[in-house]
């Protein structure tokens, strides 16, 4: 299977199994393209170090955390046994969330595709409410090189939930920058 909005310009290489390979082409045929890439300001990695420092000040460094069914998030302190000796509910913690955004520009006609949109694209972005985030992606690599995609789906996670477009619903997602035959992974997220 290939995600719906790669159709027109992904090629299925192979399908086995619940792994799909995928080497990108332009519309104009042409199979070189510059890497766009979001990265963390300064701004969100000082907000991500004070939210973090926050959390094991006030936690430690020794807990667990732990969702229900319900999406209520638990911190857990076991002993030295194992056992849970002590179960708290997280409720006014607000982390700061980044979503990882790749795009690659046609070197012959400058097309530009979105290859991955965590807050669009994956898993959980098709049963959670994700937004778009004000990060702007920057310059990866200019070099132009082959792209292949690698999409991992997990039909069982589709028994329970109700999902439109399975194809964009994988739960990981694997990318490769191809030049001179050697691979280079830029990507590998786990959306699930």
Same mark, same amino acid.
């Given at each position: 299977?290939?995600?719906?909005?790669?159709?027109?310009?992904?090629?299925?290489?192979?399908?086995?199994?619940?792994?799909?390979?995928?080497?990108?082409?332009?519309?104009?045929?042409?199979?070189?393209?510059?890497?766009?890439?979001?990265?963390?300001?300064?701004?969100?990695?000082?907000?991500?170090?004070?939210?973090?420092?926050?959390?094991?000040? %006030?936690?430690?460094?020794?807990?667990?955390?732990?969702?229900?069914?319900?999406? !209520?998030? +638990? $911190? @857990?302190?076991?002993?030295? =046994?194992?056992?849970?000796?002590?179960?708290?509910?997280?409720?006014?913690?607000?982390?700061? %969330?980044?979503?990882?955004?790749?795009?690659?520009?046609?070197?012959?006609?400058? !097309?530009? +595709? $979105? @290859?991955?949109?965590?807050? =669009?694209?994956?898993?959980?972005?098709?049963?959670?409410?994700?937004?778009?985030?004000?990060?702007?992606?920057?310059?990866?690599?200019?070099?132009?090189?082959?792209?292949?995609?690698?999409? +991992?789906?997990?039909?069982?996670?589709?028994?329970?939930?109700?999902?439109?477009?399975?194809?964009?619903?994988?739960?990981?997602?694997?990318?490769?920058?191809?030049?001179?035959?050697?691979?280079?992974?830029?990507?590998?997220?786990?959306?699930?």
């Amino acid at each position: 299977m290939i995600p719906s909005y790669l159709n027109n310009i992904g090629e299925v290489v192979y399908c086995k199994n619940n792994k799909t390979k995928v080497r990108l082409k332009c519309k104009c045929g042409c199979d070189n393209f510059s890497i766009y890439k979001r990265k963390k300001n300064d701004d969100f990695i000082n907000l991500e170090k004070k939210t973090t420092d926050e959390f094991i000040k %006030k936690y430690g460094k020794n807990f667990e955390m732990q969702s229900d069914a319900d999406g !209520n998030i +638990y $911190i @857990l302190r076991r002993n030295f =046994l194992g056992i849970v000796s002590k179960k708290e509910l997280i409720s006014n913690i607000s982390f700061p %969330k980044f979503y990882n955004y790749v795009s690659a520009k046609c070197s012959n006609c400058n !097309n530009e +595709y $979105i @290859l991955f949109d965590q807050s =669009l694209h994956g898993y959980d972005s098709c049963i959670n409410n994700c937004y778009t985030d004000s990060f702007e992606p920057v310059v990866y690599d200019v070099n132009h090189y082959g792209i292949e995609l690698y999409f +991992y789906y997990n039909d069982d996670l589709y028994e329970d939930v109700q999902i439109i477009d399975k194809s964009i619903a994988f739960g990981r997602i694997t990318i490769y920058t191809i030049f001179n035959n050697k691979k280079k992974k830029i990507l590998d997220i786990e959306c699930e």
